[in-house]
């Protein structure tokens, strides 16, 4: 079998893994509070970790759409406004 042949069962593999993620799984924690929904921070006196804000990326949810079902929901959109 040609080299090639090798690398295109393996891009289908991850690609359906992550298509079957997205399905199962659509939210993923947010990368910026690491699912918190707070930004924690350090306070400068006592050296604890003191609650900050809201997170501005997730809007203190903790969680936000993964980037696979970001598209799929906007393909999905646009199928839907067409057919219309």
Known sequence: MPMWFDLVIILLFITL????????????ACRKCGGWG?????SRLSG???RGRSCR????????F???????????????DAAR
């Open 57 to 64: 990326r997730c809007d203190g949810y903790g969680q936000r």
């Open 66 to 80: 993964r980037i696979g079902r970001r598209l799929y929901n906007a393909v999905a959109r646009l199928h839907r």
């Open 38 to 42: 707070t930004q924690v921070r350090v």
């Open 17 to 28: 893994s992550y298509t079957a993620l997205c399905a199962a799984s659509p939210l993923g």
């Open 48 to 50: 604890r970790l003191k």
